[in-house]
């Protein structure tokens, strides 16, 4: 059981290129999430998810898009990388059973545009 | 959007302190959550709230939901160093859960 996994751990783009950020968790979890952490600061919501084929906009959702064709995987995708993106990007997932709100973290992807 | 505030923002102690934060917010929540995060690694869950007034402990670790459902606190006792870390509150409304700004603990052994 590997819980949240995220790949890479580290890229650097340069701006105006594209890339997709990849999350996979293996707990069955319904819900999964997309946070983005600047430096010295707490988490902010880009996207998330309450089960396959269903996303919705957090509070910073400009300049990414998500889809969900499965459980498992919750894709993060930058079309045009601008310098505002760098940050560092965590996955997350929850699961329903129990009532629990409990979110459980992926180890992040260290982002650089430049 | 909502806003957590969280205090302090950074505190330095001595191995052994009893270690007191707190998050407050101008909005309900009706969960409160309490993560680590350690260097270069994601945030790892310690305690969840699910009531107003619920007093829960993990260890060393106690953390309280308070009445009005605008804040929560996390007590750590008896701190070692390996504590050193960033502590960040969180609150869900509806499906979305805000963060606040974390409070740095730094500990002299």
């Known amino acids: 059981n590997a819980g949240v996994t995220q790949t890479p751990k580290f890229r650097i783009l340069k701006i105006g290129q594209s890339m997709t950020l990849q999350c996979t968790q293996d707990?069955?979890?319904?819900?999964m999430y997309w946070y983005r952490q600047d430096p010295g600061m707490g988490l902010k919501l880009i996207y998330y998810?309450?089960?396959?084929?269903?996303?919705d906009k957090g509070e910073v959702p400009n300049g990414y898009n998500v889809s969900r064709s499965t459980t498992e995987d919750f894709p993060l995708r930058l079309e045009l990388a601008a310098p505002s993106q760098t940050s560092v990007y965590f996955c997350?997932?929850?699961?329903?059973?129990?009532?629990?709100?409990?979110?459980?973290f992926g180890p992040g992807t260290r982002l650089t545009v430049t | 959007g909502q806003q957590l505030n969280q205090s302090p923002q950074s505190m330095f102690i001595q191995e052994g302190e009893d270690v007191s934060m707190n998050c407050t917010s101008s909005?309900?929540?009706?969960?409160w959550l309490w993560y680590k995060q350690d260097p270069g690694e994601g945030p790892v869950l310690l305690i969840a709230?699910?009531?107003?007034?619920e007093l829960t402990s993990n260890g060393r670790l106690t953390a309280q939901f308070g009445i009005t459902r605008k804040d929560s606190f996390l007590n750590i006792s008896a701190s070692i160093p390996s504590d050193v870390g960033i502590y960040f509150c969180?609150?869900?409304?509806?499906?979305?859960?805000?963060f606040g700004g974390g409070t740095r603990l730094m500990v002299k052994p």
């Open positions: 997350a997932s929850r699961g329903l059973s129990g009532g629990s709100y409990e979110q459980y």
């Open positions: 707990m069955n979890h319904n819900y």
């Open positions: 998810s309450v089960g396959a084929g269903i996303t």
């Open positions: 909005s309900i929540f009706n969960t």
């Open positions: 709230l699910y009531k107003a007034g």
């Open positions: 969180a609150g869900y409304a509806g499906n979305m859960l805000t």
